[in-house]
């Protein structure tokens, strides 16, 4: 078993539909990642968060510690947010990532 | 300001042979990262500088696998010899964490090296 698991590994949507992502960890972390990749590129860092939650654009993250659960919210999906979507946990000694998420948003 | 960068972006050779990656980080992040995604799995850490000290090279597969960072700046992951199982993608970030707290800091990625062992 995967130190971070995250579901669903494929998703398909239909632009302008409301996304989740989600991710969950078994180890202690000092923060968790989500991460962006497109095709054939490389690896964007989208959020970086210990608690709460945090908003950029269209994008929305959370995490519960109690829970080790984090989710990625992407609002009024369009077909440029078709990518891996990753989530990792830093655990103050190292980094374990989820095998990630791959999102195809039709026009 | 550059990002992370990282070379070759392909490098395609045989089985026995020796293959060295570079990655330069964004100037200025003490940490530095070792990563690789082989076919199919989840990206697996390999090691981690902090300036030119490794950090934790638990992930290093085997003894193939050297890395290193002179100087504090840029680092090298050198493969000899190859063999099949080392194809992938090996990817490089730098950051600039709080203290020694892996995962404090942002993560800035590289492009990413493709590795394909023949």
């Known amino acids: 078993k995967n130190e971070v698991e995250q579901s669903p590994q494929n998703l398909t949507a239909q632009e302008g539909e409301f996304i989740t992502i989600n991710c969950s960890y078994s180890?202690?972390?000092?923060?968790l990642h989500w991460l962006q990749q497109h095709p054939g590129g490389g690896i964007v860092s989208l959020f970086m968060?210990?608690?709460g939650k945090k908003k950029h654009g269209r994008l929305i993250a959370t995490i519960n510690i109690q829970e080790k659960h984090s989710s990625l919210h992407i609002t009024a999906s369009h077909p440029r947010d078709s990518a891996v979507y990753i989530c990792?946990?830093?655990?103050?000694?190292?980094?374990?990532f989820g095998t990630g998420t791959s999102l195809t948003v039709i026009p | 300001e550059a990002g992370v960068t990282q070379f070759p972006s392909h490098s395609v050779i045989e089985k026995g042979q020796t293959v060295t990656l570079r990655c330069d980080p964004i100037?200025?992040?003490?940490?530095l990262y070792w990563y690789r995604r082989v076919m199919g799995k989840e990206i697996k850490f390999l090691l981690h500088?902090?300036?030119?000290?490794?950090?934790?090279e638990s992930g290093m597969p085997n003894n193939r696998f050297l890395a290193e960072r002179t100087g504090g700046t840029y680092s090298t992951l050198k493969v000899q010899p190859a063999e099949l199982e080392d194809s992938g993608v090996y990817f490089c970030?730098?950051?600039?964490?709080?203290?020694?707290?892996?995962?404090?800091?942002?993560?800035?990625f590289g492009e990413g090296s493709r590795l394909t062992v023949l």
């Open positions: 970030a730098s950051s600039q964490e709080l203290g020694l707290m892996v995962g404090t800091g942002e993560l800035f």
């Open positions: 180890v202690g972390i000092s923060a």
């Open positions: 968060l210990s608690s």
């Open positions: 990792a946990v830093g655990t103050g000694n190292q980094f374990y």
């Open positions: 100037s200025g992040h003490d940490n």
């Open positions: 500088f902090v300036k030119e000290s490794k950090q934790d």
